[in-house]
């Protein structure tokens, strides 16, 4: 079965960087386009940065600068790095994979940024 694993959530101080993982199974990796979304409190998910099969990385106008996104095949693992990190970050952070416009959605790791 279709498995991704989020890690590396927890509690930060702002200002301060965080880096996420993303374990998947059960897919080929690297057919698959993969992203990372985040839901904060009273929000609504939103897309904080994808990457194509290809390498090619994409992110929202309002995610640049601070997020960057990359993926290794060999591990089948995607990453997400975060700097300069606001109190306003505090999410549940999802992963996801999509080949051929179907979703796989991990069940997410929680990051908290401390004022």
């Known amino acids: 079965q279709v498995q991704l694993v989020e890690s590396g959530g927890g509690l930060v101080q702002a200002g301060g960087s965080l880096r996420l993982s993303c374990a998947a199974s059960g897919i080929t990796f690297s057919m698959y386009a993969m992203g990372w979304y985040r839901q904060g409190p009273g929000k609504q998910r939103e897309l904080v940065a994808s990457?194509?099969?290809?390498?090619?990385?994409h992110y929202p106008d309002s995610m640049k600068g601070r997020f960057t996104i990359s993926r290794d095949n060999a591990k089948s693992t995607v990453y997400l790095q975060r700097s300069s990190l606001e109190p306003e970050d505090t999410a549940v952070y999802y992963c996801?994979?999509?080949?051929?416009?179907?979703?796989?959605w991990g069940k997410g790791t929680l990051v908290t940024v401390s004022s």
């Open positions: 996801n994979a999509v080949l051929s416009g179907r979703h796989y």
């Open positions: 990457i194509s099969k290809e390498g090619f990385t």
